[in-house]
């Protein structure tokens, strides 16, 4: 079905729309796990000091309907746990969510924002709309190359598709990764001599809390030795937060839920309780950004333990000192088309 449908695509049985509007897309064709929104917040820092920003989200797992432009006081219920870190970190910048991107943009266009440029999140798929520049992401531990489709594999859809991208950025590479182990994945892959390619990596970077009033902003001012962590995660690959975890102690307790979960009452007293039967009082609930976004819903939750929970925010950066050649194609592109 994958397959007719590009091709309905690809001969214009099916259209796609092109707006005025210079559109980046960022997506990928694997189920989950490539850091769509890390390298959203990358493009949001490089290029808000000279354009008007909107991104544009399906809002994965929100409970409202059609299009909803974010504000201040949107909750990830209604936006989505990723659109709401995204509004949260960079409130000038306008967030919006909508499963048809297509009348997303419009909605934009027509809301009377100041907006230079449209960032489209997870939108590879989304064929309806034409963007000016498309950015496809590969994780290193899974290459699209190696993979198969759904449900043998994690494919979307074909290899093949990623014909379609301008740039492709192989995420999550190991910090030692050499060129020798670069030119076999760009042999691999196979692009043409129009398509560029990049390897990021990902920082893990100083913990802050959950909620905003705790009034400890770093788990390093609670001077901890080697407390007990209970781990929280609902992310596809839990492993990273781990290895985090690790570095500020071996003594972790595993609470891992599916990918973009919506944390029930019940979820929230079974962690409680697990927290509660830890022995000692150097303990902390350590969590990822995008869970975070979503345990902020429940603002009722017990102050002593609203005062231990932490986040790890994440960042990326090019390897191989390739981020000057991406920032200019990507201003290039911005300017040119502005």
């Known amino acids: 079905m994958v397959a007719i449908r590009n091709f309905c695509f690809d001969i214009g049985i099916l259209k796609e729309e092109q707006f005025e509007i210079p559109i980046i897309s960022v997506g990928n064709i694997t189920v989950g796990g490539t850091g769509k929104t890390p390298h959203i917040e990358y493009l949001i820092r490089l290029l808000q000091k000279d354009f008007k ?20 006081f949107s909750s990830s219920d209604q936006i989505g746990d990723e659109p709401k870190q995204l509004k949260s970190k960079f409130p000038e910048v306008e967030i919006a969510v909508d499963a048809d991107r297509r009348h997303g943009i419009k909605m934009l266009l027509a809301s009377g924002k100041d907006i230079d440029i449209i960032l489209l999140d997870d939108a590879f798929q ?43 950025i192989i995420t999550k590479t190991p910090p030692t990764l050499n060129a020798h182990a670069k030119q076999i994945i760009i042999n691999k892959l196979n692009l043409s001599k129009l398509q560029s390619i990049f390897f990021t990596k990902i920082n893990q970077e100083s913990t802050l809390p959950v909620f905003k009033e705790n009034p400890i902003k770093t788990i390093l001012e609670l001077n901890l030795k080697s407390p007990k962590i209970v781990l929280l995660a609902g992310i596809a690959n839990p492993l990273e937060l781990k290895q985090f975890a690790l570095n500020i102690s071996e003594n972790i307790t595993e609470m891992y839920f599916p990918d973009h979960h919506s944390f ?26 995008k869970d975070a976004m979503r345990f902020q819903n429940f603002s009722d939750l017990p102050v002593d333990l609203k005062n231990l929970m932490y986040y ?12 000057g050649i991406f920032n200019q194609k990507i201003a290039e592109y911005a300017k040119k088309n502005k």
């Open 53 to 72: 920003l909107a991104v544009l989200s399906r809002g994965y797992k929100r409970k409202t309907k059609g299009f909803y432009l974010a504000n201040e």
């Open 126 to 168: 989304h064929r309806y709309v034409k963007p000016g520049f498309s950015i496809l992401l590969i994780n290193y531990n899974r290459l699209i190359t190696n993979d198969f489709l759904l449900p043998s594999g994690r494919l979307r859809e074909p290899a093949s598709s990623k014909k379609r991208s301008d740039c492709i």
């Open 264 to 289: 029930t009452n019940n979820d929230i007293l079974n962690i409680i309780s697990v927290f509660k039967n830890l022995s000692g009082n150097e303990k902390i609930l350590l969590t990822t950004e």
């Open 312 to 323: 790890i925010p994440i960042s990326v950066e090019f390897q191989f000192e390739e981020g």
